[in-house]
């Protein structure tokens, strides 16, 4: 759990230097200067005590790697240092991530308010999955703060939301919903995977945990599915007891400890790891965090030229008669170009949609026409991606849902990547002639 910060004395590292270098430190046995992969699944406890230690939680280090493993530590330490937070617990995949941490804060009979802009995959596991374990989420229209207030009751014990929604490019006033969240006690829960922490990091507005899909542009090359889960350590589970009793009454399998007292900022994160991870099982591979530590490396350099060529392609698209409305924040017309500036002054992201004046069909031919652009249901890899949610990613939901979500039957979901943008213009000219 160390902070690299801590150890780099006056002076603090940027992002681009911590996006190389958080977590990581030479192999102290053979010198590798890159993160080896361990891949192993256990390791040798020095002695019987050492052993009763590392059970009880009394000390830090390596037991079975379900729990912990030391390629997907340096990938959790980044990732927190990154958002600014205490520390961070990875997961198979974001929507494990996401799983774990509401099992880290529900009861069943518990519910929570999301936004209802949010991946079709999530409002999915929330509406339909997660009712099976006795959780309910009510969704709200995020583009007024106060619909969150509204629907928070007694059971409310958290608050979801993405600040750059996917697949509607709705940008949502985060410092607004941080401040409900305040208000009622619960910690507000932002998924953060299509703005990155390199274009905003929703601890410095007020959120408390972060959830990601590392599998997108953190990992970058579409190679690798993870989640993260990170902690602000500013959250007050001791204050809010009554709320919380996962994190705040004894847990008899590790003697009677209490995770908010023994743990501290880290709490959460020790919760999700020693009870959802042992219990659940969906760690990450050692394999997956090494390829997505290798592709963090280069965040910084692929988000600027990610929203380089997506600025771009929106104003090219934006001119084109075929198509009928595009949805990016970073277009002056858009209602969400003011958030966008003050959220992700960088830029908008690289995923956002457009809708086509030919409806259905023409959505169908288009995917079905590009040639440069890859027809699959992903986001935020180097190539461009291209995708119709009304036949694909939203077809579960109902008409009213896929509409609410920005999802019709005329809208069309790009991913751009970072080809040369002449090329991709190119591309998606010829589609949509
Ligand atoms: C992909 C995605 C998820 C789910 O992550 P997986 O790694 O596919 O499980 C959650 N939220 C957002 C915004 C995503 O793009």
């Not at 927190?80 to 617990?89: C, M, S, T, W, Y």
């Not at 900022?265 to 009870?275: E, H, I, N, S, Y």
């Not at 924040?329 to 969400?336: D, F, I, K, M, R």
């Amino acid at each position: 759990m160390a902070d690299d910060r801590k150890n780099s004395g006056p002076h603090q590292y940027g992002m681009e230097t911590r996006t190389i270098h958080a977590g990581a430190r030479p192999d102290p046995v053979t010198g590798a200067r890159n993160t080896p992969i361990y891949q192993t699944t256990s390791y040798v406890f020095d002695d019987a005590e050492h052993a009763a230690d590392l059970f009880n939680l009394q000390t830090f280090g390596f037991i079975y790697s379900r729990l912990t493993n030391p390629t997907v530590s340096v990938l959790e330490e980044r990732i927190a240092n990154l958002e600014d937070g205490r520390a961070a617990v990875c997961a198979a995949s974001g929507h494990a991530a996401q799983f774990l941490a509401f099992f880290s804060l529900l009861e069943p009979g518990d519910e929570f308010v999301a936004s209802r802009n949010l991946y079709g995959g999530s409002i999915t596991q929330f509406g339909v999955s997660f009712k099976r374990l006795g959780w309910t989420c009510h969704f709200v229209d995020p583009t007024d703060p106060e619909n969150f207030r509204k629907a928070i009751t007694p059971k409310t014990k958290g608050i979801f939301i993405e600040v750059l929604a996917n697949p509607g490019g709705v940008i949502v006033d985060l410092e607004a919903v941080a401040g409900v969240a305040k208000d009622a006690g619960i910690p507000l829960i932002v998924d953060n995977t299509l703005a990155t922490p390199y274009l905003c990091q929703p601890f410095h507005w007020g959120a408390d945990l972060i959830v990601h899909s590392t599998t997108k542009f953190l990992s970058g090359h579409g190679t690798s599915l993870g989640g993260a889960i990170v902690e602000s350590g500013k959250f007050d589970w001791a204050a809010n007891a009554d709320k919380f009793p996962t994190m705040t009454e004894p847990d008899p399998a590790y003697h009677g400890l209490t995770f908010a007292e023994t743990f501290g900022d880290f709490g959460f994160t020790m919760k999700t790891r020693a009870v959802g991870l042992r219990d659940f099982g969906p760690c990450m591979s050692p394999t997956n965090a090494f390829y997505t530590i290798t592709g963090m490396e280069t965040l910084h350099l692929r988000m600027d030229r990610h929203i380089e060529n997506a600025q771009k392609i929106a104003e090219f698209l934006d001119a084109h008669p075929a198509v009928d409305w595009v949805s990016y924040a970073g277009l002056p017309e858009s209602p969400y170009h003011d958030l966008a500036k003050k959220y992700l002054p960088k830029g908008a992201g690289s995923v956002f949609t457009c809708g086509l004046k030919g409806g259905y069909e023409a959505g169908v031919r288009m995917v079905e026409g590009v040639n440069l652009f890859s027809h699959l249901a992903n986001v935020g890899d180097t190539r461009s991606l291209i995708l119709h949610p009304a036949s694909t990613t939203h077809r579960q939901l109902t008409d009213e849902q896929r509409a609410a979500a920005g999802a019709g039957p005329e809208v069309i979901r790009l991913s751009i990547g970072l080809e040369t943008a002449d090329d991709l213009m190119y591309d998606l000219d010829q589609a949509l002639a």
